[in-house]
């Protein structure tokens, strides 16, 4: 709840607030619903009609408590 709050305040509105920005609860520590991660971006991928260049290089951004 606390990064979703700090989201919130830098304005990031969540689904779970009423925003268009999905938040996604995983834990690499203990290998929870990181499918759920998966399944969301492919989700999105296919929504929004995204491709990747295959050639190119990958950029990932993580927020954590």
Do not use: H
Not at 2 to 17: A, H, I, N, S, T
Not at 18 to 33: D, L, Q, R, W, Y
Not at 43 to 63: G, I, K, Q, R
Request: hydrophobic letters at 45%.
């Amino acid at each position: 709840m606390k990064v979703r709050q700090q989201l919130l305040q830098r304005g990031v509105m969540l689904e779970d607030f009423g925003g268009e920005v999905p938040c996604i609860e995983v834990s690499a520590k203990e290998k929870t619903n990181l499918s759920g991660l998966v399944d969301a971006v492919t989700l999105l991928a296919e929504m929004n009609e995204l491709t990747a260049n295959p050639d190119a290089s990958a950029e990932t951004v993580v927020f954590g408590a």
